[in-house]
């Protein structure tokens, strides 16, 4: 399996690190992204990566980048700190970039409730390991809504650090 790390936190954050490690040495093939330093647009809502450039955000940042290994893996692990009980706002805005250039601007009805199409046929698991704390089942419920609306990706859930095997174990 191929796994992209997308590390939220410093690059020599000691927790950083240590999930990092803990995720490499499941034998699987990992790729890091490091994001901590770099600047993160918030999704403008313009539409241009539906219309303009399909696929493709005109804001130049790391998001570019993050697209295209999200479609050369398996499985994408966020490594983030939290923020009122959630993922870190900047999480959240590679998150939303990142989805929102993966869906095509047609929608199909399943199950008495609207959902986007995905623009590429590429499944993954999608976790996310975080420090400090949260509403786990809040941040569950919201992952799994992710995956339900994309349906190309399955929710591995969000683990503490410190108790990450769980995550550990979906992905040996």
Same mark, same amino acid.
């Given at each position: 399996?191929? +796994? =992209?790390? /997308?590390? &939220? ?61 999200? =479609? ?30 993966? /869906? /095509? ?30 509403? +786990?089942?809040? &941040?569950?419920?919201? &992952? ?19 108790? &990450?095997?769980?995550? =550990?174990?979906?992905?040996?």
């Amino acid at each position: 399996m191929n +796994v =992209l790390i /997308i590390n &939220m936190l410093p690059i020599d954050d000691t927790q950083s690190v240590y999930a990092i490690n803990k995720i490499k040495q499941t034998g699987n093939k990992c790729t890091v992204i490091n994001v901590f330093e770099e600047k993160v647009n918030a999704c403008r809502g313009c539409y241009s990566c539906w219309f303009k450039t399909p696929g493709t955000c005109f804001q130049k940042d790391i998001c570019e980048d993050i697209i295209k290994a999200y =479609l050369k893996n398996d499985v994408v692990i966020y490594i983030t700190k939290t923020a009122l009980g959630t993922v870190h706002y900047k999480t959240k805005n590679v998150i939303d970039r990142v989805l929102f250039c993966s /869906i /095509i601007p047609l929608d199909e009805f399943r199950d008495n409730e609207t959902f986007h199409i995905c623009r590429y046929n590429k499944k993954y698991k999608f976790g996310i390991v975080y420090i400090g704390s949260v509403d +786990v089942n809040l &941040m569950n419920f919201w &992952m799994n809504r992710l995956a339900l609306n994309n349906v190309t990706i399955s929710s591995l859930g969000a683990h503490n650090i410190e108790n &990450m095997e769980g995550l =550990l174990k979906c992905i040996q």
